[in-house]
C-alpha cells in the first residue's frame, strides 16, 4: 500500500489547488468558478418555495430536498399529503446501495398487517416519467449527451429532451429524488422514495418518476452505511437510519425556516459556471475537456449571507 500513497498525495494537493486560470500572453485570464460565483447578483439567486421544500431530519442532521411539480404534480401533491400529516415521522431509510441509491419510507409498506395507514393521501396516481416539453423554459447545455437528443436545466433541475415540441423528462443525477415503484408504471404513490447516491442510473431515466432533488445534505445520505448484497436492503431494523421527521417547510413559521438559496440556471452567470467547469484552465488542467456531462454539474446553494449581497 506505501507505494500509491504518493498518488493519493498528488491527488489531494490537486483537488485542493485553488482554480488559477491559465493564459496566453496578452489575453484576459478567464475567470474562476469562486470568482463567477463571488460576481454573482442577487438576481442570480432564487429561494426555494416553501410548498416544495422538504426537511428530512435525522440524528446525523438535515437533508434539505426541492420537489419538482413543473415534472411530477400528481406525485408531488401527494408527498405534499404525506409530509403534512407526518407518514415519515419515525420511519427510516432502510436501503444503501453501494454506487447507487439509499431508499426510506415504511420497511413494512409490503404487509398488510404492519404497513402504515396512508391518511388521506392517494393511493393510485399516475405514472409521470415524462411531460411535453411545450411551455417549458429549457436552458440547453452545448454538449451532446448519450442519453437523450437534448440536456440541460429546467425549473432548476437537470432535464432531458426530445426537443422543444417533444417530450421532457428529470434526469437521474447524483441527489435525485425518484419515487419508488413495483413493475406497473403507475404503481408509484411518493410514499416510498429513493435518493441517487452513486454514478448518475441514467438508465432509469423515462422509467421512474423523478419528483425532486436534494438540495442541501447529500453528505449525509451518501455516508449511510451500506446494506448487504445483492439490493442493499437492512433486513435487521437495527441497522436502519431512523428517520425523526420529514416536514414540509411552508408547514414550519418562517424564523423556523432554512435560510437557503439557489443559483438559478437560466442566467448569463450559470452558463459562465458551466463554461468554467467544462474547460477547466488552472494549473492542474493542462489539456482542457471541451465537454461536460450534465449529472457533473452542481448547482450551488448557499445561505443569503455567504453572498454578501
Known sequence: MHRIRPAFALLAVALALPLVAAEPEGAARPLTTQQ?????????????????????????????????????????????????????????????????????????????????????????????????????????????????????????????????????????????LGAGRNNAPDSSIGAELYVVTGQSPRQLDRNITVVGRVIRGMELLSAIRRGPPPMGFHEDPAQRTPIAAITLASELPEARRERIEVLRTDTPTFDALVESRRNRTDDFYHRPAGHIDLCNIAIPVRTPDEGGH
Open 36 to 176: 463567477i460565483l463571488d460576481a454573482s447578483q442577487p438576481s442570480d439567486w432564487r429561494i426555494p418555495a416553501p410548498e416544495d421544500t422538504l426537511y428530512m431530519d435525522l440524528e446525523a442532521g438535515r437533508v434539505v430536498i426541492e420537489l419538482a411539480p413543473a415534472f411530477a404534480p400528481a406525485h408531488v401533491a401527494n408527498i405534499r399529503t404525506l409530509a403534512a400529516e407526518g407518514f415519515w415521522n419515525g420511519t427510516s431509510i432502510y436501503r444503501s446501495h453501494d454506487n447507487f441509491v439509499v431508499q426510506f419510507g415504511d420497511a413494512d409498506a409490503d404487509d398488510p398487517a404492519k404497513a402504515r395507514p396512508l391518511g388521506s393521501a392517494k393511493t393510485a396516481l399516475p405514472a409521470e416519467f415524462e411531460r411535453s416539453a411545450r411551455g417549458l423554459d429549457f436552458h440547453v447545455l452545448p454538449d451532446p449527451d448519450g442519453w437523450a437528443p437534448q440536456v440541460g436545466f429546467a425549473e432548476g433541475f437537470p432535464a432531458a429532451r426530445e426537443g422543444s415540441d417533444g417530450q421532457a423528462w428529470m434526469a437521474h443525477c447524483y441527489g435525485a
